[in-house]
Structures are given as C-alpha cells and as structure tokens.
C-alpha cells in the first residue's frame, strides 16, 4: 500500500521529542491499509516503529494507546508504545506515536500450518479474557451502522451496475444478520482485525499482536470468526487450520452453548463488514480493468462457506 503522509526528519524530530526521543533518522514502510508506517532510529541506534493515523483522530489513538499499555501489563504479547510526556502529538491534524521495533515475520498463507493457528487462538483468548483489566471501548468504527453508512455513500454516488448490485445484497444481508443477532453473547475487548499482517513471528513463536486501531467492544466469538476467516481460508476454509485455532482458543477461554449457536450469524457479520471495507476502500480505487488489491468477492465466498454451514463439525 502506498504511503499516505509523507515525514520529513525535522518533523519527525519535533513530533519524537514529545515521546522523550531524539531521531536521528526515519523512513517510509511500505506495510499496512490505512496508516502511515515508519523505521526511525533514534541518535545512539535504537529502532523504533513511528505511526502517523490517516483515519483516527487524537481521542482515538489515545484510546488505542492507552490499550496496548494495558494489554503489555496483562502479559499480552504486543509492543507498548512509548510514554508521553503530554497529549499525542500531531501532524497537522494526524496522530503521532511511537512504539519499540519488534523484530519478526509474518507468515504468508503457505506458511500458515495448524501449530501457528493454535497459538494464534491462545493469543486472541488471552485478550478477550483480559477485557475486565482493560480500559473500556466503545463501539468502534466498523459496525453494521457505519458499514450501512459506507455502502448507502456508494449508491449515492454511483458506481457499475455489477457492483451496485453487490452492494444491494450485501445491504439485505446486512439487514437479516442483524435482526438475527443474540444481543446477550459475552462481549468485550476484541481486535475485530487479526489478519495474518496484524501477527509478527520470531523462531516459530508468536512474537507480537499488532495493529489494535480497530478494536472496539463486542461479541467474542465475533473476534474469533474474523479470525478464523483471516487464517484458515484459502480456496475454501482449511478445516484442520479451523480446528486448531478454535482448539487454541478453547484452551484458553471456552465457548458457551450461546456462542457455539451464534457462530452462523456472527461469522456472516464478520465476513460482511470486510466485504463493505473492501469494496470502499479497494474495489472502488481499483482503475478500470485493474483487479483490487484485496477482493472483497473473496469475503463473500467466505460468507457463503459459514452460512452454509462447512464450518459445523469444528463449531457446531
């Protein structure tokens, strides 16, 4: 993904002071969808990770701040931002943060085995567990409001008779999940975006959980259907890669009978916001004849796999 904002050194500089840092260096990551990512290093050779927020606003990266810093109390693997020594500093209007280099890999889908999946399950358990030490969220910014907000945005403004159909039934879908919802399923902090990007590897061990800016309040087991639609699809969903990730996150939190029920409906919720997001944020910037980045076609075949129910002997 290209970079958004560009960083000159001298700003970079004043924005680090605030961290209690002096820069010696920064430049441009070609990682992550929607922030501006960066490697500076700090005068004396220390590495560090800069973010500067496209989309969130002060309070919001506050919040996802405040967050890390508790989950890094909890034992939870993640890189704990630095302290600051007043409000989040920013460019302009963007948000501005610096975190500790976190040396890793992330594995690409070939790589992904059952082992990986097991104890990227733990992981996501261990967060939701955390929840009662955490500070509280809100709703977040993808729910099915702002989802139906984005795609009512498309219509008005027009696009390809084969897209706006998509995006009508994405709409009724959208409509029949949400009358179907269990409002009373445990809830609490969830990720909401645990890709395989948002997961850094070292020697075969889980070496940090990145990327909290999605997070908000919500249905467990809706946090472990993004993931298992993150982890265990390839052409179609991996069964033994779902039953290890459930296994790993049974083992540490299990599922009531209420979620285990739940799963239909909270999975089709999940592949739905990630069609929405792709089809705004991807689909929609893609030139004519040129194929997205990310395919949110390739939600919907997920969608379709969980509603008709291939993923009943794992979850069932």
């Known amino acids: 993904m290209a970079l958004l904002t560009a960083l000159g ?54 919040a996802e701040l405040e967050l890390l810093a508790a989950l890094a109390g909890e034992g939870i693997p993640v890189s704990e931002p630095l302290a600051r020594t007043g409000p989040v500093p920013t460019l302009g209007d963007k948000p501005f943060a610096l975190f ?96 395989r990007d948002n997961v850094l590897w070292k020697n075969g061990e889980l070496a940090a959980l990145l990327d909290f800016e999605s997070a908000f309040h919500g249905p467990f087991v809706y946090d472990l259907m993004v993931t298992i639609a993150a982890w265990c699809y390839r052409d179609a969903f991996d069964l033994p890669l779902v039953g290890a990730l459930v296994a790993g996150y049974v083992a540490e939190r299990p599922l009531d009978a209420a979620e285990r029920r739940a799963v239909r409906v909270e999975g089709a919720l999940a592949c739905l916001r990630f069609v929405t997001s792709r089809i705004t ?36």
């Open 9 to 62: 050194i001298e700003d970079a500089k004043r924005l680090a002071r605030e961290y209690g840092v002096e820069l010696e260096s920064i430049e441009a990551l070609s990682v992550g969808s929607v922030n501006s990512n960066f490697r500076a290093t700090a005068v004396g050779g220390r590495v560090l990770f800069a973010r500067l927020y496209e989309e969130q606003g002060k309070d919001g990266a506050a």
């Open 100 to 195: 500790p280099w976190v040396e890793g890999e992330i594995l690409c889908l070939a790589r992904v085995t059952p082992e990986a999946c097991g104890r990227v399950g733990q992981a996501l358990a261990r967060v939701h567990l955390a929840t009662p030490k955490l500070p509280r969220l809100g709703p977040g910014r993808f729910g099915p409001p702002d989802m139906l907000e984005r795609l009512a945005r498309v219509e008005r403004e027009g696009a390809r008779p084969a897209l706006l159909a998509d995006v009508r039934r994405v709409r009724e879908l959208y409509a029949r999940y949400v009358a179907e919802r269990d409002t009373s399923l445990p809830h609490g902090v969830v990720h909401g975006d645990l890709f």
């Open 281 to 316: 944020d991807f689909e929609l910037r893609a030139r004519d004849g040129e194929r997205p980045v990310r395919d949110f076609r390739r939600f919907l075949a997920r969608l379709d796999a969980i509603t008709s129910g291939e993923l009943a002997s794992v979850l069932g």
